[in-house]
């Protein structure tokens, strides 16, 4: 067994070795570069709450906000031979602390061992949803932002670890796997740092034609980093709340994440549907998710609708388990229902051969007047639909 | 005289609307069939490497519209999926129909589509596109 690892790196070398005569016919090494990104531009009629997506510490309210949507994102791809390859992505927009610093969004080596089978290490997309992958590509999608009510249920992005991409055609159907495994780390507003260890999941596409299906499963270990929630913990045990104390914490404790999806691209027609359950044993919400879109291409122009509910499926409310106002007031807040729904009306025009541009009104109704997925939420809200207005370049090159 | 000019104006027309477009490729390659060139260019198969022509040249958008029934702007947004989540790098560019040639000459992998009247010696027609 020791002298594997040597076995492996020999391999590698011979691979890399016999590739260099007919990579040197076909002008590699060769390198390509591109980039992406989005101007966008968010308003609601509302002052009482912030309209955003998860991780960003703030939003939009009736005064219009750039930092919702807007977003660059740069990547170089080092094709060394026609088995290796390396990709690296850079992508800026609004972080947990409302800053644009630059983060490595993919980085990894990938070795394409023949048709079939494709490994990948290092930095990756995690495939938890129909457009995880490219959904900060806005140019890629005909939506000017992913639904919150399904996308925002995992903000942790992106896996540290290894993939192995299978393809293999059925007669008329491409069949796609990718299996994964590895972890990965987020820091959210206020501090606080998710991380979700021993994450494996697999994700299966099925294309016959204009028409594909998917299904995707993942699992993981949980841990969370809030100076808050230990000291709400402690305060709980310290009353006698144990139970309560243990049933919250997160501390390695499972969790899971399933989804199906069918997307349609037929001639003029676009439809996609997506539904997904999001299962922890923890203080965070049990909560189904799902959305439906549907366009229809004129020219240039695709108008759409898309209707979206996020649900919650655990508790939204512990009660009064303690005589302290404080601590009971702090435990009801982590299991305040999150559930909301939108309708939302849009168009996208394709103005250039690499440019659209996008126009997006959201009606947002949170559930049993809770603050759904809004930021900051201040006193009163939670009675009425948000009306969202939004619009969007978006551009690739 | 003008109804002849008129009638050779009108051939010319429809022949520069109706242009051929063909898959080329290397003179050892066999022929495709229009769902396999369809998925090399969408980058659903990656059997074969695909070469474009410039975004400028009108062969580019009537073959996509032909052999994948997808505008140009549908394809970026179908590459730009691809290439942005490193699942595959956009197909490589050349100048003409002569710089396509010479690379599916040189690349028995390779496969370009040019214009039926472009066609020569150095590389076999794999699919006519209609």
């Given amino acids: 067994m020791r002298c594997k690892p040597h076995a492996i790196a020999i391999a590698a070398a011979a691979a890399l070795l016999s590739n260099v005569a007919s990579a040197q016919d076909a002008g590699l090494p060769s390198f390509a570069f591109s980039g992406f990104g989005t101007v966008g531009v968010v308003q609601t009629d509302t002052d009482l709450a912030e309209y955003g997506i998860a991780g960003q510490p703030e939003g939009a309210t009736k005064t219009a906000d750039a930092g919702v949507d807007s977003k660059v994102g740069v990547q170089g791809t080092v094709t060394f031979n026609p088995m290796f390859s390396a990709t690296a992505q850079l992508l800026s927009k609004r972080n947990w602390e409302a800053k644009w610093t630059p983060e490595l969004e993919w980085g990894f080596v990938k070795a394409r061992i023949n048709d079939t089978f494709t490994a990948r290490v290092g930095r990756m997309g995690t495939p938890y949803f ?12 005909t939506w000017i932002r992913p639904p919150l009510e399904v996308y925002n ?11 192995l991409l299978i393809s293999h055609a059925f007669g008329d159907v491409n069949v796609n796997a990718q299996l994964f495994g590895g972890s990965s780390k987020a820091k959210l507003p206020g501090g606080v740092v ?6 494996f999941g697999i994700a299966v596409t099925g294309e016959i034609g204009p028409l594909t ?4 499963h993942s699992q993981t270990k949980l841990d969370v980093d809030s100076r808050r929630l230990d000291g709400l913990l402690a305060g709980l045990r310290t009353v006698g709340a144990s139970g309560l104390a243990d049933e919250m914490s997160v501390d390695g404790k499972g969790a899971t994440f399933s989804g199906v999806g069918a997307s349609l691209d037929w001639n003029n027609i676009i439809a996609s549907i997506e539904y997904t359950k999001r299962r922890t044993e923890t203080y965070l919400a049990d909560t189904t998710g799902w959305s439906a879109l549907a366009g229809y291409r004129i020219g240039t122009f695709t108008p759409y609708v898309q209707y979206a509910n996020l649900r919650q499926d655990s508790k939204t409310s512990v009660g009064s388990p303690t005589p302290s106002p404080a601590l009971n007031a702090g435990a009801n807040a982590l299991y305040a229902d999150v559930g909301q729904a939108s309708t ?23 559930h049993n007047g809770g603050n759904g997925q809004f930021i900051n939420p201040k006193p009163g809200f ?16 | 005289m003008f109804k002849s000019i008129l009638a050779v104006g009108l051939v010319a027309a429809a022949s520069f609307a109706h242009a051929d477009v063909v898959v080329v490729g290397n003179p050892a390659a066999a022929a495709l069939t229009k769902d396999q060139v369809s998925d090399v260019f969408l980058g659903k198969s990656q059997a074969f490497t695909p070469i474009d022509q410039p975004d400028s040249a009108p062969v580019r958008a009537e073959f996509y519209k032909k052999a994948t029934g997808r505008d140009l702007a549908q394809v ?14 956009a197909p490589k560019e050349v100048a003409d129909a002569a710089a396509v040639k010479k690379a599916v000459a040189a690349d028995p992998k390779a496969i370009g589509y040019i214009d039926k009247s472009a066609v020569d010696g150095s590389v076999k027609v794999l699919l006519a596109v209609e």
Avoid: C, H
């Fill in chain 1, 194 to 199: 998710v991380k979700a260890k021993n994450l």
């Fill in chain 1, 382 to 397: 939670g009675a009425d639909a948000v009306n969202v207005f939004a619009v969007a370049i978006d551009f690739v090159w």
């Fill in chain 1, 213 to 216: 299906v998917r299904a995707s």
């Fill in chain 2, 76 to 89: 970026k947004a179908t590459w730009s999926r691809l290439v942005f989540t490193g699942k595959a790098v």
């Fill in chain 1, 344 to 366: 939302a009306l849009g168009v996208r025009w394709d103005a250039y051969k690499n440019i659209a541009i996008k126009a997006q009104y959201d009606r947002v109704e949170t």
């Fill in chain 1, 130 to 141: 129909m457009v995880s992958d490219f959904r900060n590509v806005g140019f890629a999608n």
């Fill in chain 1, 153 to 163: 249920q995992v903000p942790v992005p992106t896996f540290d670890g290894a993939d």
